[in-house]
């Protein structure tokens, strides 16, 4: 579907039901993965009442929601009887703790766990019980405050270090969208930064569909070093700043 700042555009969705068999609607209202869009109160609400009128479910992946405690109530909340929540700790509180809550409406309750065993057995023991004793004492309070506060020191960073640049992000965010000036290309951006050392994410690599799609890239900053990431976004500046030529030295 197509979207705007916000995410998916309820006209869109709309049109999508009218037109299709449409079982169910996928959303990441919370810094949607690539564009960082963060999705607000009357357009989740948009979308629920479209939904409820067409009987359709909606899936919430809120995998790095909770590191935005301000963010709206989250769609599942809003249409409880319909909506599949989920999220996790690996984003949120540490890669290494792979574990996630799914919420399902009631009556899909059995369904869930049963699919839930035959795809999965079951969540990992050791890590399952790990994460609930660092719920009870404390842990992951203290793991998901840390985050955040690194998380919001990197995004001063990228601020800094692409002023003058506009490009999207979330106080709390690990990724930025970057919209590409004309006349660069993903490809050619890709390919520079890659030729300078720096790894971005171009935007159609996320896309569905077959409906043009502003040229962006995705920036990932929570996972370098701080000095690494100072590095590569002044090579992303500089490179947004100047003309793309054909990058020569990857062939
Ligand atoms: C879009 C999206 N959702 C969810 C997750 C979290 O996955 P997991 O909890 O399985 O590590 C990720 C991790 O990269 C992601 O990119």
Redesign the pocket.
């Known amino acids: 579907l197509r979207i705007d700042g916000e995410g998916v555009i309820p006209q869109e969705f709309e049109k999508a039901c009218r037109r299709n068999s449409v079982k169910a609607l996928y959303l990441?209202p919370t810094g949607l993965?690539p564009t960082a869009a963060m999705m607000s109160r009357p357009r989740r609400e948009a979308l629920v009442e479209i939904a409820e009128r067409h009987d359709i479910l909606i899936i919430e992946?809120d995998?790095w929601g909770p590191l935005c405690p301000d963010r709206p109530t989250p769609i599942s909340a809003l249409a409880p009887t319909r909506s599949f929540y989920f999220t996790?700790?690996?984003?949120c509180v540490m890669?290494g703790l792979?574990a996630?809550y799914l919420v399902v409406p009631e009556r899909f309750e059995a369904a869930a766990a049963s699919r839930h065993l035959v795809t999965n057995w079951m969540a990992t023991p050791l890590i399952a019980d790990i994460a609930d004793r660092w719920i009870k004492d404390g842990t992951c309070e203290k793991l998901l405050r840390w985050q955040m506060t690194a998380l919001a020191a990197r995004n001063q960073l990228a601020s800094q270090m692409l002023d003058g640049i506009e490009f999207c992000a979330s106080p709390n965010g690990m990724h930025i969208w970057l919209p590409l000036p004309e006349p660069w290309s993903e490809d050619a951006f890709a390919a520079h930064a890659r030729l300078n050392g720096v790894a971005v994410a171009q935007g159609a690599n996320f896309a569905l569909g077959d409906h043009d799609i502003p040229a962006g890239v995705r920036i990932c900053i929570g996972a370098a070093s701080a000095d690494a990431l100072e590095r590569g976004l002044a090579t992303i500046a500089r490179l947004v700043r100047s003309q793309p030529e054909p990058a020569l030295l990857t062939l």
């Open positions: 990441m993965g992946n995998a996790g700790f690996s984003k890669p792979r996630g």
